[in-house]
T-cell receptor, first 111, second 111 residues
Framework: EDQVTQSPEALRLQEGESSSLNCSYT??????LFWYRQDPGKGPEFLFT???AGEEKEKERLKATLTKKESFLHITAPKPEDSATYLC????????????FGTGTLLAVQP | AAGVIQSPRHLIKEKRETATLKCYPI?????VYWYQQGPGQDPQFLIS???????DKGSIPDRFSAQQFSDYHSELNMSSLELGDSALYFC??????????FGQGTRLTVV
């Protein structure tokens, strides 16, 4: 069964304290891996797409990487406005476009 | 840039009533998705449409139905509402199976 697991469930950082979020996946055939940011009561906001192992994408303080089993979202020198839930999702095969989401990591960055 | 538009933003219904949620995808996007997100949960895939034809089906109850119209907008119809249907309902759209962009959601409360 296709599965996406994120860790940790929650993370509290001090402003400027860098860290990484993990997304492990088990799928029949990865078509794409996506990172989203979600604020409370809002829709997920697209951040990155990764398609193949070794690929990296960067945007401001965020950097996403991909291996054959997992993806990391690295947050460098975070600010309080980076506080949100970060969701990882996969398209599990070429036969479907649907996204399978992990349960997310709730990030709190304290000033 | 145009985003996915959902209406209404909030909806309160009584048990056993019917609700209709509407979604207007990003122009020229060919795929529409519907997701349900309960409190503290990750988004669960309900159903998707590609070029107005149903393309995939997830854990959508038989009481729910959806369709995509000739102008590409989509509607999720929910009948015989139950308390457990209370959730955020998101619509998303994508182009050729690439990254999906989400709307701000409809918060449905069943009382």
């Amino acid at each position: 069964e296709d599965q996406v697991t994120q860790s940790p469930e929650a993370l509290r950082l001090q402003e400027g304290e860098s860290s990484s979020l993990n997304c492990s996946y088990t799928v029949s055939g990865l078509r794409g891996l996506f990172w989203y940011r979600q604020d409370p009561g809002k829709g997920p906001e697209f951040l990155f797409t990764l398609y193949s192992a070794g690929e990296e994408k960067e945007k401001e303080r965020l950097k996403a990487t991909l291996t054959k089993k997992e993806s990391f979202l690295h947050i460098t020198a975070p600010k309080p406005e980076d506080s949100a839930t970060y969701l990882c999702a996969v398209q599990a095969s070429l036969a479907t476009n649907k996204l399978i989401f992990g349960t997310g990591t709730l990030l709190a960055v304290q000033p | 840039a145009a985003g996915v538009i959902q209406s209404p933003r909030h909806l309160i219904k009584e048990k056993r009533e019917t609700a209709t949620l509407k979604c207007y995808p990003i122009p020229r996007h060919d795929t529409v998705y519907w997701y349900q997100q309960g409190p503290g949960q990750d988004p669960q895939f309900l159903i998707s449409f590609y070029e107005k034809m149903q393309s995939d089906k997830g854990s959508i109850p038989d009481r729910f139905s959806a369709q995509q119209f000739s102008d590409y907008h989509s509607e999720l119809n929910m009948s015989s509402l139950e308390l457990g249907d209370s959730a955020l309902y998101f619509c998303a759209s994508s182009s050729s199976g690439a990254e999906a962009f989400f709307g701000q959601g409809t918060r449905l409360t069943v009382v």
